[in-house]
């Protein structure tokens, strides 16, 4: 059985920094396509980031250049450090493994999410 | 690119609810669909346009036509109230839709 386990939200003022982190079992992160995917209190899901299995990274423009996401091999750990955070980065932030079968890509694993709210 | 859906959809207990999904590059894409009760994770209900998940009930089915999917539950049960969202894949980004809230009456 697949799980992810996020933690490392906390209250935070604008500005600052954090750091989240996901542990899997039941799949080996580094073999997987391993994202972050956010949802602002009352609002839509939104994508955030991914690691592929190669290694390579993309980011949602909205993070770009302020986030970065990171995965351990040998704890099977996903991370995603978050700088100059900003009130409207406020959101629970999902671990989640995304599968591309041939002609699509979805998330098929998620985790319980984790707060991270962004406040002075 | 952005996917829009209707903000909200109301069905009778057994009658069929309809989610449509539409988006400029959609005819190009396999969208697939989310399921979110409050308080819960998402839970992917189509994939592939019409393709259901182990444990999916057959009462879900998917469609697209042309820029427009649809998610279609027939014979709505009160468990079937929560949020629903689409999504398609685009070149390493994902994207999410705006995002249906059905309320079964």
């Known amino acids: 059985e697949v799980q992810l386990v996020e933690s490392g939200g906390a209250l935070i003022q604008p500005g600052g920094s954090l750091r989240l982190s996901c542990v899997a079992s039941?799949?080996?992160?580094?073999?997987?396509?391993m994202n972050w995917v956010r949802q602002a209190p009352g609002k839509g899901l939104e994508w955030v980031s991914i690691?592929?299995?190669?290694?390579?990274?993309s980011y949602a423009d909205s993070v770009k250049g302020r986030f970065t996401i990171s995965r351990d091999n040998s704890d099977d750990t996903l991370h995603l450090q978050m700088n100059s955070l900003r009130v409207e980065d406020t959101a629970v932030y999902y671990c989640?493994?995304?599968?591309?079968?041939?002609?699509?890509?979805?998330?098929?694993?998620w985790g319980q999410g984790t707060l991270v709210t962004v406040s002075s | 690119h952005e996917l829009t859906q209707p903000p909200s959809v109301s069905v009778s207990p057994g009658q069929t609810a309809r989610i449509t999904c539409s988006g400029d590059?959609?005819?190009?894409?396999?969208p697939c669909w989310y399921q979110q009760k409050p308080g819960q994770s998402p839970v992917l209900v189509m994939y592939?346009?019409?393709k259901r998940p182990s444990g999916i009930p057959e009462r879900f089915s998917g469609s697209k036509s042309g820029n427009t999917a649809a998610l279609t539950i027939s014979g709505t049960q009160a468990m079937d109230e929560a949020d629903y969202y689409c999504?398609?894949?685009?070149?390493?980004?994902?994207?999410f839709g705006t995002g249906t809230k059905v309320t079964v009456l």
């Open positions: 590059k959609l005819g190009d894409k396999y």
């Open positions: 690691v592929f299995s190669g290694g390579g990274t």
């Open positions: 999504q398609a894949w685009d070149i390493s980004t994902y994207v």
């Open positions: 039941g799949l080996t992160v580094s073999s997987n396509y």
């Open positions: 989640a493994r995304s599968f591309c079968g041939g002609v699509s890509c979805y998330f098929d694993y």
């Open positions: 592939q346009d019409n």
